[in-house]
């Protein structure tokens, strides 16, 4: 569907191809340099900074001259586009991403991400004692991770774990951890061991990923992604069976739930989550702390199911139109000017088919260091603030909904009111 909603967008179904816009697209259109640059900037901007203890990023050229670049994804190419792509026009691998800014000491640590045995961790170790900072670059690829491939587990496959621990524990100077997949990876291990300094997601990032990954860990770029997904440890997957794909927890049955929205258990990473390189204060500037939501009909009134749950049913209520503005002050209170994304979460009223919380929209602003940008979100009652009940029926929870932006948390009170309905 979405495939298709774009050829719309571009005409495609409208006529002669060369009688519009994009119909005259060719071969030179290509691996044009705009092209190739925003490639580098969309690989720059998925980047997630996980962890960074210390901080011990980012890198510096004139104290990490010498970087040991280890682990099975350090010098790919394909790896790095996924699936469902075209013909790269070139490749910047990490390795070489990184020899851009220091003087390199490349040993793979494994044949492939399988990581079947120990063969080469000598030489890992080895290359990570002479260098200033160690960048292991492991994860997946499609041999793991792939349409009718399915993991059977969360963690780094084979050895990989070993080969990192063992890494890190022999590093002269810091030891940065680069994760390379589509999914999420249970890195409990690294995230709780001292001796690893950072941790980095990079998902799948394109034909200039390497380019990207060296731009974030020296500096010139400051990361601002977030996480897509939960990070779940991997004893979730005992409580979770790949055959239920239901979405609310089950207590009865010792059953978590999934996503953000219902599962409340332990984490690895949440949903939402990533760091940056300076730090950012939110601040409430406007938003309404009570709100009338107004009944469609007299007929409404009587509706027991509405006065008995609490909530009305969207059908019955005048809020197609109805938006409620929040305007939020973000504060860039670091040293380097970054972007940063503002992620708008709702709690409604307890009720056992609501969620636990519902992401209701985000926007990215960039922030010079010491300056402060003003974003506002449009939250529609209809749309943003119902909630499906049993029966499929989209409802308003009545009552105190608690929004969450960060470390800033607001409530509204949601009133029902007769204001608007005449008597015939």
Same mark, same amino acid.
């Given at each position: 569907?979405?495939t %298709?909603?774009?050829?719309?967008?571009?005409?495609?179904?409208?006529?002669?191809?060369?009688?519009?816009?994009?119909?005259?697209?060719?071969?030179?259109?290509?691996?044009?340099?705009?092209?190739?640059?925003?490639?580098?900037?969309?690989?720059?901007?998925?980047?997630?900074?996980?962890?960074n203890?210390?901080?011990?990023?980012?890198?510096?050229?004139?104290?990490?001259?010498?970087?040991?670049?280890?682990?099975?994804?350090?010098?790919?190419?394909?790896?790095?586009?996924?699936?469902?792509?075209?013909?790269?026009?070139?490749?910047?691998?990490?390795?070489?991403?990184?020899g851009?800014?220091?003087?390199?000491?490349?040993?793979?640590?494994?044949?492939?991400?399988?990581?079947?045995?120990?063969?080469?961790?000598?030489?890992?170790?080895?290359?990570?004692?002479?260098?200033?900072?160690?960048?292991?670059?492991?994860?997946?690829?499609?041999?793991?991770?792939?349409?009718?491939?399915?993991?059977?587990?969360?963690?780094?496959?084979?050895?990989?774990?070993?080969?990192?621990?063992?890494?890190?524990?022999?590093?002269?100077?810091?030891?940065?951890?680069?994760?390379?997949?589509g999914?999420?990876?249970?890195?409990?291990?690294?995230?709780?061991?001292?001796?690893?300094?950072?941790?980095?997601?990079?998902?799948?990032?394109?034909?200039?990923?390497?380019?990207? %990954?060296?731009?974030?860990?020296?500096?010139?770029?400051?990361?601002?992604?977030?996480?897509p997904?939960?990070?779940?440890?991997?004893?979730?997957?005992?409580?979770?069976?790949?055959?239920?794909?239901?979405?609310?927890? %089950?207590?009865?049955?010792?059953?978590?739930?999934?996503?953000?929205?219902?599962?409340?258990?332990?984490?690895v990473?949440?949903?939402?989550?990533?760091?940056?390189?300076?730090?950012?204060?939110h601040?409430?500037?406007?938003?309404?702390?009570?709100?009338?939501?107004?009944?469609?009909?007299?007929?409404?009134?009587?509706?027991s199911?509405?006065?008995?749950?609490?909530?009305?049913?969207?059908?019955?209520?005048?809020?197609?139109?109805?938006?409620?503005?929040?305007?939020?002050?973000?504060?860039?209170t670091?040293?380097?000017?970054?972007?940063?994304?503002?992620?708008?979460?709702?709690?409604?009223?307890?009720?056992?088919?609501?969620?636990?919380?519902?992401?209701?929209?985000?926007?990215?602003?960039?922030?010079?260091?010491?300056?402060?940008?003003?974003?506002?979100?449009?939250?529609?009652?209809?749309?943003?603030?119902?909630?499906?009940?049993?029966?499929?029926?989209?409802?308003?929870?009545?009552?105190?909904?608690?929004?969450?932006?960060?470390d800033?948390?607001?409530?509204?009170?949601l009133?029902?009111?007769?204001?608007?309905?005449?008597?015939?």
């Open positions: 569907m979405n %298709i909603s774009v050829q719309m967008r571009l005409g495609m179904f409208d006529g002669e191809p060369s009688a519009h816009p994009y119909g005259n697209l060719g071969p030179r259109d290509v691996c044009t340099p705009a092209h190739q640059q925003l490639a580098l900037e969309a690989a720059r901007q998925g980047i997630v900074l996980l962890q203890r210390g901080p011990a990023l980012p890198l510096s050229t004139s104290r990490h001259r010498t970087i040991a670049v280890i682990g099975p994804n350090s010098d790919v190419t394909e790896t790095m586009i996924g699936n469902y792509a075209g013909v790269a026009c070139g490749y910047t691998t990490p390795l070489q991403g990184i851009r800014y220091a003087r390199t000491i490349h040993q793979a640590g494994c044949s492939d991400v399988a990581c079947r045995d120990d063969q080469q961790f000598g030489a890992a170790v080895a290359a990570a004692r002479q260098a200033d900072a160690t960048v292991l670059v492991m994860g997946l690829d499609q041999s793991i991770e792939a349409e009718f491939r399915d993991r059977v587990d969360i963690l780094l496959p084979g050895r990989q774990q070993e080969l990192v621990s063992k890494v890190a524990m022999a590093s002269r100077g810091p030891t940065v951890l680069v994760l390379m997949s999914g999420p990876i249970d890195v409990s291990f690294a995230k709780n061991d001292p001796r690893i300094a950072a941790i980095i997601w990079v998902g799948y990032p394109g034909q200039a990923g390497g380019a990207a %990954i060296a731009d974030v860990l020296f500096g010139r770029t400051n990361p601002g992604g977030k996480l997904v939960t990070w779940y440890p991997q004893s979730y997957l005992r409580k979770a069976p790949m055959t239920n794909m239901a979405m609310r927890a %089950i207590p009865s049955r010792g059953y978590p739930g999934r996503t953000y929205r219902f599962y409340n258990g332990p984490v990473f949440p949903f939402g989550h990533g760091l940056s390189y300076s730090s950012f204060a601040s409430l500037a406007q938003a309404p702390t009570t709100v009338s939501v107004s009944l469609a009909s007299l007929q409404t009134i009587k509706n199911t509405m006065v008995s749950s609490g909530a009305i049913r969207v059908s019955h209520a005048n809020c197609n139109t109805q938006a409620l503005g929040f305007h939020i002050d973000v504060k860039n670091g040293t380097m000017d970054g972007s940063h994304t503002l992620l708008l979460f709702s709690t409604p009223p307890p009720g056992t088919w609501s969620p636990n919380k519902r992401l209701l929209a985000f926007e990215k602003v960039h922030v010079a260091a010491g300056s402060q940008e003003r974003v506002r979100f449009d939250v529609h009652v209809c749309k943003h603030l119902s909630v499906v009940d049993h029966f499929g029926i989209h409802r308003i929870p009545m009552g105190e909904h608690h929004f969450h932006i960060g800033l948390k607001h409530s509204i009170s009133q029902a009111t007769l204001e608007e309905i005449k008597s015939k």
